[in-house]
């Protein structure tokens, strides 16, 4: 090839961009479609009793809120507000709804719209078939992309809450408000930090945005797999092998995006029970028992919570709460306010299991 010296040099235009679209693939519609039609049905109750727990778990919520601000010192400016009370296959809906606004930033690789399609209605059917499995075990989340205007939302799903009340063999008021509180606090960490809800998106958004090619990762696979297997007295876990197969930026994101959800969940945890007998009498007893019940199962359900990342999510609520704790017992709760000041005052996924080097860090 000869360059072209005829005429005055010029530059060279640069590659035109690659076109992208917005959002995941997803046929978000057929999703909560197949989640509601694959869903088991709730527990059988009176109307009068399923009356009278949707209405207490919506005072419940409000009040839960009021003791998680008393304890963490956060958000006593806001309004007390009801959650959502909802069966199980209005939750996937609302589930759908917000994961839809959350990945609706991410930019991905324009594809044929023949083949968006299928690709769409194929991830549609897989996420309505796991939100089916997960629709029957949720207790409650908050949303903060969720709601009629996007603004965070609140719910607790009822019929759950008075499965696993059951199952458990404790009090109903007691664990509905002990519920709440969790979930509160989720709200509270949302609505009282008001950078949290944009960062959380932005590291969502970044990392879908940086998603590879299956054939980069595909080559990866074989050293992921001699690592698992490397890792003595350590069980493999689905999280382990997604970690090792990204690239480094796709990492860096994702040990960001872990470290905050870790702390988001474990303070949760660490709040609920801070809260204290004082407010639920039988605190010990149901947090022991709802314990037990996270690791029990049968074989296939663990199988399943396995790969949907489940027990990777038993393990941040433990690493989350204990650093809580620690930080707590040696800088008090308005030391641990110091995670929400800012994004660089957050704890790293190294920091969460040695909260004195976070300590030190942040003075």
Same mark, same amino acid.
Request: net charge negative; glycine share 8%.
């Given at each position: 090839?000869?360059?072209?010296?005829?005429?005055?040099?010029?530059?060279?235009?640069?590659?035109?961009?690659?076109?992208?679209?917005?959002?995941?693939?997803?046929?978000?519609?057929?999703?909560?479609?197949?989640?509601?039609?694959?869903?088991?049905?709730?527990?059988?109750?009176?109307p009068?009793?399923?009356?009278?727990?949707?209405?207490?778990?919506?005072?419940?919520?409000?009040?839960?809120?009021?003791?998680?601000?008393?304890?963490?010192?956060?958000?006593?400016?806001?309004?007390?507000?009801?959650?959502?009370?909802?069966?199980?296959?209005?939750?996937?809906?609302?589930?759908?709804?917000?994961?839809?606004?959350?990945?609706?930033?991410?930019?991905?690789?324009?594809?044929?719209?023949?083949?968006?399609?299928?690709?769409?209605?194929?991830?549609?059917?897989?996420?309505?078939?796991?939100?089916a499995?997960?629709?029957?075990?949720?207790?409650?989340?908050?949303d903060?992309?969720?709601?009629?205007d996007?603004?965070?939302?609140?719910?607790?799903?009822?019929?759950?809450?008075?499965?696993?009340t059951?199952?458990?063999?404790?009090?109903?008021?007691?664990?509905?408000?002990?519920?709440?509180?969790?979930?509160?606090?989720?709200?509270?960490?949302?609505?009282?930090?008001?950078?949290?809800?944009?960062?959380?998106?932005?590291?969502?958004?970044?990392?879908?945005?940086?998603? @590879?090619?299956?054939?980069?990762?595909?080559?990866?696979?074989?050293?992921?797999?001699?690592?698992?297997?490397?890792?003595?007295?350590?069980?493999?876990?689905?999280?382990?092998?997604?970690?090792?197969?990204? !690239?480094?930026?796709?990492?860096?994101?994702?040990?960001?995006?872990?470290?905050?959800?870790?702390?988001l969940?474990?303070?949760?945890?660490?709040?609920?029970?801070?809260?204290?007998p004082?407010?639920?009498?039988?605190?010990a007893?149901?947090?022991?028992?709802?314990? @037990?019940?996270?690791?029990?199962?049968?074989?296939?359900?663990?199988?399943?919570?396995?790969?949907?990342?489940?027990?990777?999510?038993?393990?941040?609520?433990?690493? !989350?709460?204990?650093?809580?704790?620690?930080?707590?017992?040696?800088?008090?709760?308005?030391?641990?306010?110091?995670?929400?000041e800012?994004?660089?005052?957050?704890?790293?996924?190294?920091?969460?299991?040695?909260?004195?080097?976070?300590?030190?860090?942040?003075?």
């Amino acid at each position: 090839m000869h360059a072209d010296t005829s005429g005055p040099a010029t530059v060279s235009e640069s590659a035109p961009a690659r076109p992208v679209e917005r959002g995941l693939p997803v046929n978000w519609t057929l999703a909560a479609a197949t989640a509601a039609r694959l869903m088991p049905p709730g527990p059988r109750t009176t109307p009068a009793a399923a009356a009278e727990l949707v209405d207490r778990l919506r005072t419940d919520s409000a009040r839960a809120e009021g003791h998680v601000r008393d304890v963490t010192g956060l958000g006593h400016d806001l309004p007390l507000l009801p959650a959502d009370v909802l069966d199980r296959p209005a939750w996937a809906r609302a589930a759908v709804e917000g994961m839809d606004v959350l990945t609706s930033g991410a930019e991905l690789p324009a594809t044929a719209r023949p083949l968006r399609t299928v690709t769409s209605a194929g991830a549609g059917v897989q996420l309505g078939t796991l939100l089916a499995y997960m629709g029957a075990r949720v207790l409650g989340q908050y949303d903060p992309f969720g709601g009629p205007d996007r603004a965070g939302r609140l719910i607790v799903v009822a019929p759950n809450v008075h499965a696993v009340t059951t199952a458990l063999d404790v009090d109903g008021e007691q664990f509905g408000l002990w519920v709440c509180l969790h979930e509160a606090t989720h709200r509270l960490q949302f609505t009282a930090v008001p950078w949290l809800r944009d960062h959380f998106a932005g590291l969502v958004t970044d990392l879908l945005t940086l998603q @590879e090619p299956d054939s980069t990762k595909l080559t990866r696979l074989p050293e992921a797999i001699r690592s698992l297997r490397s890792v003595e007295g350590e069980r493999p876990d689905v999280l382990a092998l997604v970690e090792l197969l990204q !690239g480094p930026e796709q990492r860096a994101v994702l040990d960001k995006l872990l470290a905050l959800s870790t702390l988001l969940e474990g303070h949760a945890d660490h709040v609920m029970d801070a809260v204290g007998p004082d407010v639920v009498p039988d605190v010990a007893v149901i947090r022991r028992r709802f314990t @037990e019940r996270r690791r029990g199962g049968g074989v296939v359900d663990r199988l399943l919570r396995a790969l949907l990342g489940v027990e990777a999510k038993m393990r941040q609520y433990a690493v !989350g709460a204990a650093f809580c704790r620690e930080v707590e017992a040696a800088a008090g709760m308005s030391g641990l306010n110091r995670a929400w000041e800012s994004p660089e005052t957050l704890p790293t996924r190294a920091e969460l299991t040695d909260a004195q080097a976070w300590l030190r860090r942040v003075g």
